[in-house]
Structures are given as C-alpha cells and as structure tokens.
C-alpha cells in the first residue's frame, strides 16, 4: 500500500522516518514522489578530456591486490592501481578499509571521483565492479532539509522504487498516453529517480510535467465552472438605453477595444453566471472608463457598485475622475483608512440606506464593518496587488457580486492561463487615438546635469516633470531620505525659476492630497517622488518622467512608471538614468527603450525575472510547479489547457471509466486543499 508509512519503506527506521515527516514526506507515496531537483551526470570520459580536478568516472582493470593503510584514530586509505587506457592511475579511497576484501587483482572497476591530473590520481567518492556503462552514470540529487542526507535519500527511494513503484497507479488516461507517447506513471517513477540515460530521463519529465499541468488545469478549470455555476441569480438587468445615454456623455467615443470589453463585461453582468473577470489593458488605455460605465450599468439594474484600488492616492484619484464622469448620473463617494469619526460612520450609514451608488476605497472596502444595501458589483484595480486572500474575503461577505479584476500590468499570456486559469479574461489592446507613444532614453549617471537643462526646456513650454528617486527595497525609511535629498538638490538648482513638489508614502494623506492638487494645477512644475505614483495617477500636462537608477526596477514597475506620462497630446518623454552592472539590468534598459506595448514587456519580463519574482515576493497566487516550468514548458502547459477544456466539455471525468483514476487523483488533492470538487 502506498499509503503506508514511510517507516515500512526497507532502510527507514523511527529516526530517519520522523526526519522525512519533517520533510514533508509521510508515506511511501510521498517518498515515491519526493523526486531529484537535478543530477550528477557521471558519464565515462577518455582520460585526455578531463581536467584538473574535475569529478570524473572512469574505468580500468585491478592492477595488484589494493593497499591498505590505517592512519589515525579509526581512518584508512585503501590505494588501488588501474590500468586505465595506456596508463596507470591510482585510485585513492578512504575509510573504506572493507573494499580491500571485495577488489582484486584482474577486476575491472568503475570509480567515480575527483580526477588530479598531475598525480594520475583519483580520489573516489564512489565505486563499482565491472563496466562503466552498466551502471547509472545520472545519479539523482536530491532537495535535502534537516540531518538526511542525498545519499540516505538515494538508498531508501532506491528500496522504495524497486518494492513498490510496481503499485503505482495509472492516473492519465490511456487516450493521452499513446497521444504524446509518455511513460507509463510506475515506469517514469523509475527513470525520474534513476535514470538509465538521458532519452529515457527525458521521457519521464515529460510525462511528470504533462501530468503535473493536466491536473492542475482541471481543478483551475472546474473551480472556475463551479464558481460560475454555483452562484446563480446574479443576474443584473441594466437599462441598455440609459447605459448607451452614459456613454454618449463622454467627451470621447470608445475605442473598438474598449467596446469589445465592454460588451463581454456586460454580457456577463447579465448573465445568471456569477462575474469573474479580468481586464487588462495598458496604462492609459481607457479601463477607467469601461469601469465607470459598467458600475453605472449595475446602477440601472438597482445595485450598487464599489471600486476597490491598492492605495489612498489612487483611491482619491479614482474617486475625483469618477464623480467628474458620473456627474449626474450617480453619486459617488470615497472610503479610505483615514476617513475617521462622524465622516466615516455618515458615508457608512448611507452606503447601508442605498443613498450611495457608488464607493470607491481601498481595503477598507471589505472589512467587516461596511455593509452595502445591495451590492452587485465589484471592481478591483491593480488586480496583482491584491492578495489571494482579500480575493476570498471579498466572495466570502456572502455578497458574492459580480467581480471585474482590471490590472495595467498586463499579465503574459503564460501567467493569465494558469494563475488566473479560474477567471475569464478581457484585454484592451489598443490605445486612444492620438496617442503619441513616450520616447524613451537610457543615460548614465553623470549626464544628469543634460536632463536638468531638458527638464528646464519642457518646463518652459509650459509642461511638467516627475522625478523617480532611487529605489532602495529593503528600506521604507532609505527610499524617503532619497526623496527628501534630491527634492532640496532640485529645489537649490532650479531656485526660483520654478517650484519643485515632493511625494513620499510617509506624508499624511492630506498632505499629499495637498501636494497632488498642485502639481495637477501646474502650481508644482517637477514632483520629487517614489513609487508612490506609480500607479494610476492622471496629470496629461506632465511629459517628462526621470527615473533615477532605473536599474533597480522590474520591467512592468518601470513601464508602470513611465505610464504617467503621454497622457495628453503633446510628445512625452521617458528618460531612465542607469548604470546597470549586470547584463540583465542592461537588457531590461534596451527593452525599454525599444518598446512601448505593455504586453511584450510583460513577456520580456517574465523570460527575464522567472514566473516566481513576477508579481513579487508577496503576491503569490502562482502555483508552484514540482517539474515543470510555466516558461520553458509553456507548450506543455497550453497542450494540457486545451486538453483540460475538452475533457471538461464532454464530461469525461464523470461519466467516462478511463478517467476514473484521474478523477480519484483530483479528489484527493483538492480535499487536500479544503476545496469540494464535484
Ligand atoms: P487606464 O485606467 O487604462 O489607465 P483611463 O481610463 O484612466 O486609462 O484613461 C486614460 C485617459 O484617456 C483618461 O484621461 C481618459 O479620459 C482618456 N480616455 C479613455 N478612453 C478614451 C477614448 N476612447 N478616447 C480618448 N480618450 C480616452
Ligand atoms: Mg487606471
């Protein structure tokens, strides 16, 4: 029985057993499946290819009787002639004094070690009798924690594997097996753990990750089916004709992405189907505004809306352009942290009564003290910053409304098909009109006096800047300092020529409302700032943003970044200030100043960060995979999207005997996760 213990495993006793609890594996299964993260490629070589000091296999014949020498308390060296090619070569092991019995003369031997050119010497961490090539020249290494050691773990998985991988069940379904020519499960076990070359060790991944991506696309797949299925009646019957009326007062026409959106979003709303959606788009191309006409859309059908965003700034900003769009049409009102007292209990009172259409806020928005009338709608802003868990405890205010996650991140394809594989996906990929896309320019620190007289000239024509100051992670503290330095250096340089603004997230809330109402009334010409405007803020007349060592940031934190220019209709101007040491810091430089569409960038991003540093440390949600690599197998991943949609389709797990393993297998592991899958 797999499930048995570890312990029943040959070689685990109670010490090592509890030693691979710690480890995470508890049964035989678990031990069957602990696989290697990468292997020690032994493969025999010519004495003329291997180098000083390389850890090298080779073979040759047992010259003489080996010697063997006691040293110390407890220590010997046993020394072995071979006759290795035309030469002979000493093989050193230590500590090994029982090998003198099994080695003789006339014996041809295989030994692994550490080759010394100069001696023709080899000092052996591993042996065998007999040829090379009949042993296992790809020796697993394993992911160790706590006392147990690679070669404990290779001993017992070894026992493990030849007891009971002949148990292992079956899990795909014979249909895909044939279809891509995998490994069968017991089969693969065997080679992933010890492979006898590199075809069949490849074989055998294939499969794993196949199997790994398959599984996971279904349960993300029927997560998805339920969420949709299980929360009926939300339904919302928007007035089309008034909803038009809306747009119609916009001073702009949609763009024809934007209309495509719109009427996915909408074609949801209506549905008995439970929303869960997300929009991407990049900066500046138009969210906001199918945002604001679909809260308006579930105004017509009698709910109420909220726009939840990341922070206060970006609260305030959203709730200023909304009450200017919605003017007349509904009313808005603004929810954050800082709002306190009579004001706070005011707004809740009347969200409660239904007098408020419309709330816009941060987190605030779902804690436990808001209580909305009737909420049938919920958009969430820079989706990726919002953690799994507010996601959850948004569903879990048993409103349960219609859900639209928007992001201005664009999430590659790659990402949005399998961490966000539960949510449907709409993409606004096409700018307004006019638009005239940033240029971008890469200089070096001590061109900074030439981007000062730049930043003159634009000010002079009227326009404004944004000056990003270095970004240091681990210091909230450090970052502000900065700030606060290169505001006075400005200030002292453009003396009183112009007026010089600055923003840090330790300001109190009214102080940078205070400092963002300036520089939007062009009373601040430049604004000295973090990352704190990285997101969403709207100034068209500002055209030129500096970034100071630009090299600290992600691709889509500077794009995001450079976002807050080329807003209005003149040429805006990006210009990242950077020394890169590193080749990725100077590729990410070149990219920037190559492209403009948000969504390559992500790509880039993604090629050159890994899936795991995408959306920060924090913000996970993405699954970590045990084989396989949402970048480099991304083929693999779609071939088991599509195979998951068509299998779901047909029903197959429920109804079809072939996928009755499969479907034992998801039952487990979603019970695993506390999910009901049905
Ligand atoms: P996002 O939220 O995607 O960053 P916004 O909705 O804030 O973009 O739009 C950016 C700017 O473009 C705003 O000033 C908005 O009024 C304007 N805008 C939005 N849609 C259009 C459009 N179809 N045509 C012209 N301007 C638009
Ligand atoms: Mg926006």
């Not at 299980?230 to 026409?253: C, M, R, W």
């Not at 730049?454 to 990003?468: L, M, R, S, T, W």
Request: hydrophobic share 40%; aromatic share 8%; glycine share 6%.
């Amino acid at each position: 029985m797999l499930k048995a213990p570890v312990v029943q495993v040959k070689g685990v006793g109670e010490k090592l057993g509890e030693a691979l609890i710690d480890m995470g594996i508890g049964t035989i299964e678990d031990l069957l499946y602990y696989f290697p993260n990468r292997y020690d490629v032994y493969e025999r070589k010519p004495l003329s290819e291997i180098e000083h000091n390389e850890k090298a296999t080779i073979e040759g014949q047992v010259l003489a009787e080996p010697t063997l020498t006691f040293f110390g308390r407890n220590k010997s060296r046993l020394i072995v002639q071979l006759q290795v090619e035309h030469m002979v070569v000493k093989a050193v092991m230590f500590n090994r004094a029982f090998a003198k019995k099994q080695i003789h003369a006339g014996d041809t031997l295989t030994v692994t070690g550490k080759w010394d050119q100069h001696r023709l010497q080899i000092t052996v961490s591993n042996y065998k009798k007999g040829e090379a090539n009949a042993h296992e020249p790809i020796q697993p290494v394993y992911p160790l924690k706590g006392e147990v050691t690679n070669l404990q773990l290779k001993k017992i998985i070894k026992n493990a594997v030849s007891d009971y991988s002949g148990q292992v069940e079956e899990i795909l379904p014979a249909y895909y097996i044939e279809k891509y020519k995998l490994p069968r499960r017991s089969q693969a076990i065997k080679q992933i753990h010890f492979p006898e070359n590199h075809q069949l060790l490849k074989h055998a991944r294939r499969r794993f990750i196949y199997e790994e991506f398959l599984l996971f696309q279904l349960k993300m797949q029927l997560l998805r089916k339920r969420i949709k299925e299980a929360t009926k009646g939300h339904n919302q019957e928007y007035d089309k004709e008034k909803v038009e009326l809306f747009i119609k007062s916009f001073p702009f026409p949609l763009t024809s992405a934007q209309k495509r959106s719109l009427k996915e979003i909408l074609l949801d709303m209506k549905s008995v189907n439970r929303m869960n959606r997300l929009l991407q788009g990049d900066v500046g191309s138009g969210k906001t505004a199918v945002a604001a006409i679909c809260l308006y859309a579930a105004i017509t059908a009698g709910k109420q809306g909220a726009l939840m965003v990341p922070t206060e700034i970006l609260a305030e900003q959203h709730y200023q352009s909304l009450t200017t769009l919605m003017d007349g049409f509904a009313r808005v009102e603004l929810l954050t942290g800082s709002i306190k007292g009579k004001r706070r209990k005011d707004i809740l009172e009347r969200v409660q009564a239904n007098e408020v259409d419309i709330l816009v806020g941060t987190h605030a928005l779902i804690q436990d003290e808001v209580s909305f009338h009737h909420l049938g709608l919920v958009i969430v802003d820079e989706q990726h910053r919002f953690g799994v868990n507010q996601r959850r405890m948004l569903r879990e205010k048993g409103l349960d409304p219609d859900v639209l996650f928007m992001t201005a991140t664009p999430i590659p394809r790659t990402l949005a098909i399998t961490a966000f594989g539960d949510m449907d996906v709409s993409q606004i990929d096409e700018m307004p009109a006019g638009r005239k896309p940033v240029d971008t320019y890469w200089v070096k620190d001590n061109m900074f006096d030439r981007v000062l007289q730049f930043i003159h000239k634009e000010v002079k024509n009227g326009h404004q800047a944004y000056v990003i100051c270095p970004l240091i992670e681990e210091s909230d503290k450090l970052d502000i300092q900065n700030a606060v330095d290169l505001y006075t250096m400005l200030q002292a340089h453009f003396a009183s020529e112009l007026q010089v603004g600055l923003m840090h997230g330790r300001l109190h809330s009214d102080e940078k409302e205070a400092v963002m109402k300036e520089f939007a009334a062009n009373q601040v010409q430049v604004l000295v700032s973090t990352t704190v405007v990285e997101v969403g803020v709207n100034v068209p007349n500002a055209t030129i943003i500096v970034i100071y060592d630009a090299e600290r940031f992600g691709l889509s934190q500077l794009h995001q970044l450079r976002g807050r220019v080329g807003r209005g209709d003149a040429q805006s101007y990006c210009i990242l200030v950077a020394d890169p040491k590193g080749e990725v810091g100077k590729e990410r430089m070149r990219i920037m100043t190559e492209t403009t569409d948000g969504f390559e960038l992500s790509e880039q991003d993604l090629q050159l960060r890994g899936p795991g540093d995408f959306f920060g440390k924090k913000q996970s949600g993405i699954p970590e995979f045990k084989v396989g690599d949402m970048v480099h197998d991304y083929r693999a991943l779609e071939t088991a999207r599509q195979d998951a949609a068509l299998i779901i389709a047909e029903n197959r797990l429920a109804e079809d005997p072939h996928y009755q393993t499969m479907r034992n297998k998801l039952k487990e592991e979603s019970s695993l996760q506390g999910q009901v899958l049905d």
